[in-house]
């Protein structure tokens, strides 16, 4: 699992965090608040020996279910995971949040057609539910079903307009498609919102590159470098950049 996914999955921990979609008795409110914490603080024994506790006690508790089966997904064990979040979903079919985290595990697995309709049923589910929004223009993306990703990255960036990662994915889809005064605006969005992010601004200078605006290009691509020396495609644009200008040596 990547950075990025670990830390929406964090997100989604600390979001369940005290909510259940069923009664339950006080005590095993409290095991599950517990359970979340260490969830979303990234201690993922102590939250699986606890979820594990509160399913010997209540086999069909659904959110116990749901997320060991997202703990089984953050350690490899995808299998478990879509088998455990499957219960879940036996139990309570309109937990939207399972049917998005079991589309997380699919599309990790590479089941990308199944992964769409779990995000889907999610969206059907929570129409304001923004990271199945946000993961499906990613699954879509991988499909090469552009105008659908672009419409899912809308629907999240509507939903949540600081949501820079949407913003940038929406980007690449605009660049991918030609539309490059759109890509641009989407980078500079990032950018707005985390001017440490390099990618953004390598992003942007590639954009400009394309446009023929070479300037910028080459000063956001500086400032791709600044914020990341190592970073090799930027180095790699910004000599593309320097070609277009004529500056060979």
Wanted: hydrophobic content about 40%; aromatic content about 4%; overall charge positive.
């Amino acid at each position: 699992m990547n950075r990025a996914e670990k830390r929406r999955q964090q997100k989604l921990a600390k979001k369940a965090a005290g909510r259940s979609p069923r009664h339950q008795s006080p005590a095993s409110q409290e095991r599950l608040d517990l359970a979340l914490q260490h969830h979303a603080a990234g201690r993922l024994a102590e939250a699986g020996q606890l979820y594990q506790q509160i399913i010997e006690a209540d086999p069909r508790h659904p959110v116990a279910l749901q997320y060991l089966g997202v703990l089984a997904h953050q350690t490899g064990k995808n299998e478990i995971a879509v088998d455990l979040i499957s219960q879940a979903l036996a139990i309570k079919p309109d937990y939207a949040e399972a049917h998005g985290n079991l589309g997380v595990t699919l599309n990790a697995m590479g089941r990308q057609s199944d992964a769409v309709a779990s995000y889907r049923s999610a969206i059907a589910l929570k129409p304001g539910y923004v990271e199945a929004h946000y993961n499906l223009g990613i699954v879509l993306h991988q499909l090469g079903e552009l105008d659908a990703a672009i419409a899912s990255y809308r629907c999240a960036v509507e939903l949540k307009p600081d949501h820079a990662e949407a913003h940038g994915n929406l980007g690449n889809v605009f660049k991918q498609t030609g539309a490059l005064d759109a890509a641009v605006a989407c980078y500079q969005r990032v950018i707005a919102l985390r001017p440490d992010k390099a990618e953004a601004h390598s992003n942007l200078g590639v954009a400009f590159n394309t446009l023929g605006r070479w300037d910028a290009a080459a000063a956001s691509l500086r400032q791709a470098i600044a914020i990341n020396p190592g970073y090799a495609e930027a180095q790699n644009n910004q000599g593309n950049v320097l070609a277009n200008q004529g500056r060979l040596s």
